[in-house]
T-cell receptor, first 114, second 114 residues
Framework: AQSVTQLGSHVSVSEGALVLLRCNYSSSVPPYLFWYVQYPNQGLQLLLKYTSAATLVKGINGFEAEFKKSETSFHLTKPSAHMSDAAEYFCAVRGTGTASKLTFGTGTRLQVTL | EPEVTQTPSHQVTQMGQEVILRCVPISNHLYFYWYRQILGQKVEFLVSFYNNEISEKSEIFDDQFSVERPDGSNFTLKIRSTKLEDSAMYFC????????????FGPGTRLTVL
């Protein structure tokens, strides 16, 4: 079964600092990987997805993620954090069944301080 | 921009009562999903629906749960006899296809079972 592991349930960075949220996947086949963001009391919004066209994927709000097969990782980064980035971030892998469900990681809560 | 909508936003019910959570997926999408998120926990898959039948369901989706697409636009989740542990945020999602096609999430219905 496919799965993702997010290291660090809470990450705190200063405004303007680098954001690094870690995600490792487990998959026997090339995975379909996604990062979603959840702002307080809201639903899930797609940040970016891995499409196999490029290992470095750019998403919305200045976020990007690099797919590294050798490390089975898909870490999310942003060069300079903004207060508005404070949210919960979920890495997810999509299965290969008929309707291919998403399997989410446990999430990382990002706190941005002044 | 098309979006997934869910009603109600918040449902409070007594234990043992039946509830129906409603979703209107994006109109040209073919795959439909329900997920839930217990407060403070990760998002969990419940069921996927394609071609008017369930494609996959999780172990959470027992005989108390059912899904229906009654009229070609709505997608409903019914819980026959609610339990305290059913209290959670329920998210509906839809997708145009499988693989790396994005699943679009609704804003969620917060179900509180008393």
């Amino acid at each position: 079964a496919q799965s993702v592991t997010q290291l660090g349930s809470h990450v705190s960075v200063s405004e303007g600092a680098l954001v690094l949220l870690r995600c490792n996947y487990s998959s026997s086949v090339p995975p379909y990987l996604f990062w979603y963001v959840q702002y307080p009391n809201q639903g899930l919004q797609l940040l970016l997805k891995y499409t196999s066209a490029a290992t470095l994927v750019k998403g919305i709000n200045g976020f990007e993620a690099e797919f590294k097969k050798s490390e089975t990782s898909f870490h999310l980064t942003k060069p300079s954090a903004h207060m508005s980035d404070a949210a919960e971030y979920f890495c997810a892998v999509r299965g290969t069944g008929t309707a291919s469900k998403l399997t989410f990681g446990t999430g990382t809560r990002l706190q941005v301080t002044l | 921009e098309p979006e997934v909508t869910q009603t109600p936003s918040h449902q409070v019910t007594q234990m043992g009562q039946e509830v129906i959570l409603r979703c209107v997926p994006i109109s040209n999408h073919l795959y439909f999903y329900w997920y839930r998120q217990i407060l403070g926990q990760k998002v969990e898959f419940l069921v996927s629906f394609y071609n008017n039948e369930i494609s996959e369901k999780s172990e959470i989706f027992d005989d108390q749960f059912s899904v229906e697409r009654p009229d070609g636009s709505n997608f409903t989740l019914k819980i026959r006899s609610t339990k305290l542990e059913d209290s959670a945020m329920y998210f509906c999602a839809s997708s145009r296809g499988t693989g790396n096609n994005e699943q679009f999430f609704g804003p969620g219905t917060r179900l509180t079972v008393l």
